[in-house]
């Protein structure tokens, strides 16, 4: 038995979507979350986060808080959208699909990413799709079931990564380069692999760039939540109490 997995972006009168072309340049991202629905947005823009809470409110979902996370704002609505709109997740829930989040908006379109059993079930998607609006695939694979649970998951922090950029990051890290102090540098790594240093950073530059960009979602997220509850110290000097505080 094999899982499929199928990434895809969609165009039609979905309100996320809309919001997305309002606002240019700007991914939102969604996780759908026991019935309720989290939007982070990556901009401490105060007219743009505005324009947004408007446009949420106007559309008549509530929302239940909001959290400040780094250089984004995290939305969390009361209710999730489902039975009110028409949305992605009617259409591939009883086709066997689950999504993988999060769900992005981005200029006007909505990119997806869902695991299901059955291929041919992929046909049935896209036609469901296609009857709302433009729907382009972006990419389908099969995976067998040994990679669950961890690849699933995280194929959503390195799929965009090509095969020499994960290679660039993992001599990298093997040969001591992330070590502090570091242990090699770049041009040696190179020269062992028969590269060019330009040739080979280029691939390690792009792969740190990606997997950050994967990354600071989940970071926002967790930097948004409330402060774990710090453990007091047994022992420690004016100075080590003071400096776990200032850490914390």
Not at 149 to 165: D, I
Not at 171 to 189: D, F
């Amino acid at each position: 038995m094999t899982l499929w997995e199928i990434s895809f972006r969609a165009q039609y009168d979905y309100p996320f979507i809309a919001m997305s072309a309002r606002h240019p340049g700007l991914p939102i991202s969604m996780w759908c979350l026991f019935n309720r629905e989290l939007l982070q947005v990556p901009t401490r823009d105060a007219a743009t986060l505005e324009s947004i809470e408007r446009e949420i409110r106007k559309a008549g979902r509530v929302i239940d808080r909001w959290e400040e996370g780094g250089d984004a704002r995290i939305f969390m609505l009361q209710k999730c959208t489902c039975g009110t709109t028409d949305s992605p997740w009617n259409v591939w829930e009883p086709l066997d699909f689950v999504d993988a989040p999060p769900a992005v908006y981005k200029d006007g379109w909505g990119y997806f990413r869902v695991i299901g059993f059955d291929e041919s079930k992929t046909r049935d998607l896209f036609r469901e799709m296609n009857a709302r609006g433009p729907t382009e695939l972006i990419r389908k694979r099969e995976l067998t079931l040994s990679v669950l649970p961890s690849s699933v998951w995280v194929n959503s922090l390195f799929a965009e990564l090509t095969g020499k950029q994960i290679d660039s990051v993992l001599k990298a890290h093997r040969y001591g380069y992330y070590t502090s102090p570091r242990q090699i540098t770049t041009e040696n790594i190179a020269k062992g692999l028969g590269l060019s240093r330009s040739t080979y950073e280029e691939h390690l530059r792009k792969a740190e760039n990606r997997i950050m960009g994967a990354l600071i979602p989940y970071m926002q997220l967790f930097a948004s939540g409330e402060k774990r509850v710090e453990k007091m110290p047994d022992k420690g000097t004016a100075l080590d109490i003071a400096e776990a505080s200032a850490q914390g």
